[in-house]
């Protein structure tokens, strides 16, 4: 999706390209591949069968489990909020002195895009008229039905849905890039489950994980076949059925490949961000050519109803009415929807946040996407709403059906008709084929081990990923249409909703011990009066080297000579000094990406310290308008901790120095455990 750097070296390595590749995770992605390889086959063998069952499994999870998925919707949302308000929001996903690496533009670019695909354009008319025609509570067809179903659409793609996604992203994006570790879901637990993780435990997770994003991606596509079927029909008579319907899943699978085989990702991205554009145009036609000042205000009046109701619809179970199959065929769904896709759109944001702060990512996360939602769906349904509340009966009877035929007859209003019906398909396929792509590679990704989060899965994988699901797809479809696929995704959905809640408790730890540490990092001793800048006691002596070291700016060469002969020695001794004080340490030394470093690490879970010196390149610092030295770039022996950099360059300091400044370093640690 996008470049970005080693996760398993600190932030700044240069060439991350020469990362190891990725290992397959074989017990994740045999146990994922096969349990879907059966679900598949069942559906196709057995239909009318997989159906009753799957219809009454859907009636047991919403009977049983329906108050779950509400009440952990509710509370990603409040922990989420309560992350980018707290003190804790100025942590930044990645060390202390990282840096965003897209302009704000770009990132919100990037935010807003993922706001947007064929279902939106599929449920922006076929909820409002439900909701409208068919409320859960109240008279159907009155003035409070209208004003209530727009408002129930944006609820079911609003900020709840988007605060999922923004857990999932902050866990890999802080783990990753703070903490480095593996981007991947088990990563999160770690706080929890301590190495434990890389086990068993740690592949069921990301089993779990792989299940409910195929599901969840399964009904994307599902959705997106029925509704391009619809729209190829009535642009160029291609009949309505399993035929053209297995076609269009068919060039999902073959584009997936061709993706992985030929590298054209490039070219998909290119045409996913145009699409954005075509998306925003054919929003802007029917507000211009419209019913403008009456579109106007229900976007007002709607937004102003969501903020007034979100609290109460929340937490609405409906426990005194008789709502379960409502609640079954839209809330129960969306949230789940949400929580299988949550892995999936989670590592596209963690990629691209690099370096925000957490209040940042938060604030990003929740508003920009869900402003593109209320624009979509508040100008496609109250358009959809008034046609009906104008008499228009048949309109009112194609826009409830689960096939989109709705989203094209309202288009039918508009002038040059044809041309915008023929945008809204090109639109619709365009956004299809790229989820399918995308949705193949986080798949693959997810059963992978990856050892940089630039790096992407096996094209094999992501092949096979593709295949199978389109297989389950065309099945699933067979079985029931989109009603099946929707209540596929609320069973599927359930055993990673409880992965979430350990999502929430990981993080809330680790992020938790970080403030402690935060506060007990300025007990330690001063490092002037630990000697760590000191020469002695000649301090005209101590200041003169301080002053030479400041300005040597040496090479790369000279800096992993100084690293081999001064620092390693240096914090050897202090492992050594340890080792007879019965704590168990140890020094290593190696080449991470390219860069070189020397690091001295105690055994331990969260207890576990860690004191690298890494070479990493900077330019050079200009006075005046003039460059110090004859080179354009400079080698820094820059500090790093499990928190990542430390922003400072121990480059000179004598062997005394740097063992003072690991021993700064260690007292801080301990005086945190401490104060555990």
């Known amino acids: 999706m996008t470049a970005q750097l080693d996760a398993s070296a600190p932030p700044g390595d240069p060439h991350p390209e020469r990362a190891p590749r990725p290992n397959v995770r074989w017990p994740v992605f045999i146990t994922a591949f096969a349990g879907v390889c059966l679900v598949t086959l069942w559906a196709i063998v057995a239909p009318a069968n997989a159906e009753s069952v799957i219809g009454d499994l859907v009636g047991r999870v919403g009977t049983g489990f329906g108050w779950f998925y509400v009440a952990l919707a509710t509370a990603i949302v409040v922990f989420v909020v309560f992350l980018g308000m707290s003190r804790y929001g100025s942590i930044r996903l990645g060390p202390d002195h990282s840096r965003p690496e897209f302009s704000t533009f770009a990132w919100a670019s990037m935010l807003f895009a993922a706001g947007i695909g064929t279902d939106v354009m599929f449920y922006s008319v076929i909820e409002p008229v439900s909701q409208y025609t068919a409320p859960p509570v109240g008279e159907p067809g009155t003035v409070d039905a209208a004003r209530d179903a727009t408002v129930w659409t944006l609820f079911h793609y609003g900020v709840t849905g988007w605060a999922m996604y923004a857990l999932m992203g902050l866990a890999l994006a802080y783990f990753s890039y703070r903490k480095n570790l593996p981007l991947a879901v088990r990563s999160a637990l770690y706080p929890v489950f301590g190495?434990?993780?890389?086990?068993?435990?740690?592949?069921?997770?990301?089993?779990?994980?792989?299940?409910?994003?195929?599901?969840?991606?399964?009904?994307?596509l599902g959705i997106g076949v029925v509704f391009l079927n619809v729209g190829l029909n009535v642009i160029f008579g291609v009949p309505v059925g399993t035929a053209a319907q297995s076609?269009?899943?068919?060039l999902a699978v073959t584009v997936a490949a061709v993706s992985a085989t030929t590298g054209v990702d490039k070219g998909i991205r290119f045409l996913s961000q145009l699409n954005v554009l075509l998306a925003l145009a054919l929003a802007g036609w029917v507000l211009i050519t419209g019913q403008t000042s009456f579109l106007l205000n229900a976007v007002v009046m709607n937004v102003g109803d969501f903020v007034r109701s979100f609290p109460a619809k929340s937490?609405?179970?409906?426990?005194?009415?008789?709502?379960?199959?409502?609640?079954?065929?839209?809330?129960?769904?969306?949230?789940?929807?949400?929580?299988?896709?949550?892995?999936?759109?989670?590592?596209?944001?963690?990629?691209?946040?690099?370096?925000?702060?957490?209040?940042?990512?938060?604030?990003?996360?929740?508003?920009?996407?869900?402003?593109?939602?209320?624009?979509?769906?508040?100008?496609?349904g109250n358009a959809a709403i008034d046609k009906v509340r104008n008499g228009d009966d048949a309109f009112a009877e194609a826009a409830v059906d689960f096939t989109g035929v709705g989203f094209y007859d309202l288009l039918r209003d508009y002038p040059f008709a044809d041309a915008v019906i023929f945008l809204a398909v090109v639109v619709g396929l365009l956004f299809y084929i790229t989820s399918a792509d995308s949705a193949a590679l986080v798949m693959g990704n997810l059963c992978s081990e990856l050892h940089d989060v630039q790096q992407d899965c096996a094209a094999w994988l992501r092949i096979s990923w593709?295949?199978?699901?389109?297989?389950?797809?065309?099945?699933?479809?067979?079985?029931?249409?989109?009603?099946?696929?929707?209540?596929?995704?609320?069973i599927m959905g359930l055993p990673f909703a409880f992965v979430l809640v350990l999502v929430m408790w990981g993080l809330f730890r680790a992020i938790r011990n970080e403030g402690r540490k935060a506060d007990t990092g300025v007990r330690g001793m001063s490092p002037l009066l630990s000697a760590r800048t000191g020469a002695g006691h000649d301090t005209r002596k101590a200041w003169k080297s301080r002053l030479a070291r400041t300005i040597n700016f040496v090479d790369e060469e000279a800096a992993t000579a100084y690293l081999g002969?001064?620092?390693?020695?240096?914090?050897?001794e202090v492992a050594e000094e340890l080792t007879s004080m019965g704590v168990r340490a140890s020094v290593v030394h190696g080449d991470v990406a390219g860069a070189p470093y020397a690091e001295l690490t105690t055994d331990g879970d969260e207890g576990q310290f860690v004191y690298r010196v890494q070479v990493r390149l900077s330019p050079v610092p200009t006075y005046g308008g003039r460059m110090i030295g004859d080179r354009d770039q400079y080698a820094r022996l820059e500090v790093h901790l499990l928190d990542g950099g430390q922003d400072y360059d121990v480059?000179?300091?004598?062997?005394?120095?740097?063992?003072?400044?690991?021993?700064?370093?260690?007292?801080?640690?301990?005086?945190f455990l401490r104060t555990e």
Not at 247 to 250: F, K, R, T, W
């Open 195 to 220: 190495k434990r993780v890389e086990g068993p435990l740690g592949h069921v997770v990301d089993t779990a994980a792989v299940l409910g994003t195929i599901f969840g991606v399964a009904t994307s």
């Open 247 to 250: 076609a269009l899943a068919i």
């Open 315 to 380: 937490m609405e179970t409906f426990a005194f009415t008789d709502t379960q199959e409502w609640m079954q065929l839209w809330t129960l769904f969306f949230w789940a929807w949400w929580v299988a896709w949550a892995s999936f759109v989670g590592q596209f944001l963690a990629r691209i946040s690099r370096g925000r702060t957490i209040r940042q990512f938060v604030l990003g996360t929740m508003v920009i996407p869900f402003s593109y939602i209320v624009m979509w769906i508040s100008i496609f």
């Open 466 to 490: 593709a295949s199978i699901t389109g297989l389950l797809t065309i099945a699933m479809l067979a079985v029931g249409g989109i009603l099946a696929l929707q209540y596929a995704t609320i």
């Open 565 to 572: 002969s001064t620092v390693e020695p240096a914090v050897r």
């Open 651 to 671: 480059m000179g300091y004598t062997s005394d120095q740097v063992i003072h400044d690991c021993l700064d370093q260690y007292e801080r640690h301990l005086e």
